[in-house]
């Protein structure tokens, strides 16, 4: 069952590219107090992940931080290398957290993972987006198929943005 609305979400140890090399990110304390949006796709580099939804979120990035987003963190099942070369393609600088979940833990913990072996890609996340304010998940959109990025694109999530 997919993470809800009203849901804690899990605990969980993430992987970041920073100028000092790889560091865990503790979720927990990223989302202690603070109102975040979270994302998720099925992997860098691929079609609709490179021209629709990570850019959407680097370009509304402003915008949803003037309506009280402390941050913007994208997670994909990539390693840190692939994703933090992707961000830098998309010049996401400070704008979106480039996470990653290599092995799908955590996106398998919120019930949102997929097995696009067929694709030659393995485990991987759905595509969807979340408003967590302290912990909770307080908006959730999840995406019928991977091919699409209307319901989890950041545009759905500039006016709902809860106070």
């Given at each position: 069952?997919a993470i ?35 994302f ?29 987003v ?47 072996s ?46």
């Amino acid at each position: 069952m997919a993470i809800e609305v009203g849901t804690t979400v899990p605990p969980a140890t993430l992987k970041q590219m920073t100028p000092a090399g790889i560091e865990n990110v503790e979720l927990r304390p990223l989302l202690k107090g603070r109102r975040i949006i979270l994302f998720g796709l099925p992997g860098a580099y691929t079609p609709v992940c490179s021209t629709q939804h990570l850019p959407g979120f680097v370009e509304d990035a402003d915008q949803l931080k003037a309506e009280g987003v402390a941050a913007i963190a994208c997670i994909s099942a990539n390693d840190p290398f692939v994703m933090s070369a992707w961000g830098n393609e998309h010049g996401v600088g400070d704008k979106v957290m480039m996470l990653c979940d290599p092995e799908a833990a955590f996106i398998k913990s919120l019930g949102l993972s997929l097995d696009l072996s067929s694709l030659g890609l393995g485990e991987r996340s759905k595509r969807w987006s979340m408003v967590v304010e302290d912990g909770v998940v307080a908006i959730v959109n999840v995406e019928d198929s991977i091919f699409d990025a209307h319901v989890s694109g950041s545009a759905n999530l500039l006016a709902p943005v809860p106070a």
